[in-house]
Nanobody, 125 residues
Framework: QVQLVESGGGLVQAGGSLRLSCAAS????????MGWFRQAPGKERECVAA????????YYADSVKGRFTISRDNAKNTVYLQMNSLKPEDTAVYYC??????????????????WGQGTQVTVSS
C-alpha cells in the first residue's frame, strides 16, 4: 500500500515558477516508477512527467519539455516537479502517481496503481 500526498500548488502569474512535492508512505516507493499527471476541466488526464525508480530515466510531455523538471529523493520518499516559465495553459489539477509494478518510467494512467488527491495549479495571464 502506498499513500501519496501532494503539496506546493497555488496561484502564480504567467512566467512564474512553482515546485510540487509528493510525499509517499510505504516501503515500495524506491522500487516504484513515479509520474506527474494533470487534468484541466473538460480535458483528459495527461502525463506531464515521469521518472524511473532509480531516477536515471525521465519523460516529459512535449508541452512542458524544457520548462518542467521531475526528480526524486528515495531517501525522503518524495518526488518533485519543478515548474518554470508557467503558462496559463498549465492550469490544471496536478496528480502524483506511483506505478509499483514497473521500474522504468510509465506514461499511461492505467499503468499507475496509486494516486494522490491532487493539487490545483492556476496560472494567471
Amino acid at each position: 500500500q502506498v499513500q501519496l500526498v501532494e503539496s506546493g500548488g497555488g496561484l502564480v502569474q504567467a512566467g512564474g515558477s512553482l515546485r510540487l512535492s509528493c510525499a509517499a508512505s510505504g516501503r515500495t516507493f524506491s522500487s516504484s516508477a513515479m509520474g506527474w499527471f494533470r487534468q484541466a476541466p473538460g480535458k483528459e488526464r495527461e502525463c506531464v512527467a515521469a521518472i524511473s525508480r532509480s531516477g536515471g530515466s525521465t519523460y516529459y510531455a512535449d508541452s512542458v519539455k524544457g520548462r518542467f523538471t521531475i526528480s526524486r529523493d528515495n531517501a525522503k520518499n518524495t518526488v518533485y516537479l519543478q515548474m518554470n516559465s508557467l503558462k496559463p495553459e498549465d492550469t490544471a489539477v496536478y496528480y502524483c502517481a506511483a506505478s509499483t509494478p514497473y521500474y522504468t518510467f510509465r506514461t499511461r494512467a492505467h499503468e499507475y496503481d496509486y494516486w494522490g488527491q491532487g493539487t490545483q495549479v492556476t496560472v494567471s495571464s
